[in-house]
């Protein structure tokens, strides 16, 4: 997708001019130093005129790439990793967060040597770039001054709890929930979380599984006997489809806006989608694939008898205690439920993203929750009100590695990070992004969720999850 090509761009041109060390004398390293300088710089006018210098099919989104500055803060280089005269990758760290990334820059041989590529992949917190921990009176105080810094950059808006075996010790809004109207965020407000729903699907299945109604190992096929397209019945498994290894692929691109407004039933998707092939041998690698998550609540419905959104509620949110989560459509009102902002397209200005979100969040996501319920689920899981402990930890540890760092499980992402294992999953979208991690070890839960673009929740949960102490 464009944005996410141009983070990447962006993320790559950025690295090495906050460097303090010396780089290699090749026109890679020269291109990268010189991007770096326009981009920290913070002018506006230096970072377009290098574009129309160096980069030029890139100078017309100059909004965007601007706006991606402010965002961040620029970026400050780490180390080389691979150099040769065309070609360098290294190391960089977001000066607006706690985020790594490998880069990649390539140039043309030839003089004056025009950026032919910019690529940055985010990367695990690298072990010799340890994040020092802190006592949690320390980490709770640095919290709350960065929390209070990035709402005051409009960089955050959105609701903040961390809890320590079971009892809050950090909880905080911040910013408006509707801007027209003026109103506050608040604890209690309901945001859009995206992928976040994945776990209450994955809880869902799960919850079949335990009952013997799903075998793991089956292939689609088997409760779904009039599946559109036979190969993909035959060969992708339950297991697959929970860690997004069945080539399944995603639903989100042209044909999704062409029908956004008429995707209204899982089945409408299928209905749309069915006679897509595979992307890949299932198995055979990891690739986030929305399309699975989906098929994984028409398994439900059918295994069930009841309509996914009735399971879920029946079996996930009231066991847990969450009041405030559903996916009810968007033409209904729904209190406290804030408007999601949007910068994409370009644009100084935030927007409501309300043009992109469709008619209904699915077993892929697009619901919404509240920190608290997200806290009342997170309980919930690890008292085992959801699954048997058997379950629980079967549906908790990672199974697949992903190219962010961690494993994926079922529906959720297993990481160990500075020494403390989380597992949790997030969720963004234009105008949405919401985070959960869960610590067994350390007894800490985070909770983060936010009306605005990604990341702005999951930096703030990474800030607390690096700081906190280990137990």
Request: aromatic share 10%.
């Amino acid at each position: 997708m464009k944005p996410r090509l141009l983070f990447a761009v962006f993320f790559a041109a950025a690295l090495l001019c906050a460097a303090q060390t010396k780089f290699p004398d090749t026109p890679a390293a020269l291109q990268f130093s010189a991007w770096l300088d326009a981009f920290n710089s913070g002018d506006r006018a230096v970072l377009l005129a290098y574009l129309q210098k160096n980069n030029p099919s890139h100078a017309a989104d100059i909004d965007q790439e601007f706006g991606f500055r402010t965002q961040t803060g620029g970026f400050d280089f780490k180390k080389v990793e691979e150099s040769a005269p065309t070609r360098l990758t290294g190391v960089v760290k977001e000066r607006g967060s706690d985020q790594f990334a490998r880069f990649t820059i390539e140039v043309e041989p030839a003089e004056p040597h025009r950026i032919k590529e910019l690529d940055l992949r985010a990367i695990p917190l690298p072990a010799e770039f340890p994040m020092p921990r802190l006592s949690q009176d320390a980490a709770l105080a640095a919290l709350r001054v960065e929390a209070e810094k990035a709402a005051a950059a409009d960089r955050f808006s959105g609701a903040l709890l961390v809890v320590k075996d079971g009892k809050p010790v950090f909880t905080a809004a911040y910013g408006l929930a509707d801007r027209e109207k003026k109103i506050s965020n608040k604890l209690d407000t309901r945001f859009r979380i995206g992928s976040m729903n994945k776990m209450f699907t994955a809880v869902s299945v799960l919850r079949l599984v335990q009952a013997g109604k799903i075998k793991l190992t089956d292939p689609l096929g088997k409760y779904l006997a009039d599946y559109p397209n036979q190969d993909v019945a035959s060969k992708v498994t339950i297991h697959h489809l929970l860690t997004h290894s069945g080539g399944t692929g995603d639903f989100f691109g042209p044909q999704f806006d062409a029908h956004r407004l008429e995707l209204r039933t899982l089945q409408d998707y299928v209905k749309l989608y069915g006679q897509r092939g595979l992307e890949f041998e299932p198995g055979s690698r990891w690739a986030y694939s929305n399309y699975g998550f989906l098929l994984l609540g028409v398994l439900i419905e059918k295994v069930s008898g009841q309509n996914y959104y009735d399971y879920v509620l029946e079996h996930v949110y009231k066991p847990a205690g969450m009041t405030s989560t559903a996916s009810l459509s968007e033409d209904q009102a729904v209190p406290d439920r804030s408007v999601g902002y949007t910068k994409s397209g370009g644009g100084d200005a935030w927007k409501p993203n309300t043009d992109t979100l469709p008619w209904r969040g699915t077993s892929a996501g697009g619901g919404y929750s509240t920190v608290e319920d997200l806290l009342r689920f997170a309980n919930a899981l690890q008292n085992h009100k959801l699954l048997d402990a058997r379950h629980t930890e079967l549906l908790t540890t990672g199974k697949m590695d992903t190219p962010m760092g961690g494993k994926y499980a079922y529906g959720f992402i297993d990481l160990t990070s500075g020494g403390v294992r989380c597992f949790g999953h997030g969720g963004g979208a234009p105008g949405m992004n919401g985070d959960l991690r869960i610590c067994p070890q350390s007894g800490y839960v985070i909770a983060a969720l936010a009306n605005l673009d990604p990341p702005a929740a999951q930096r703030i949960a990474d800030f607390a999850a690096n700081r906190l102490p280990e137990k």
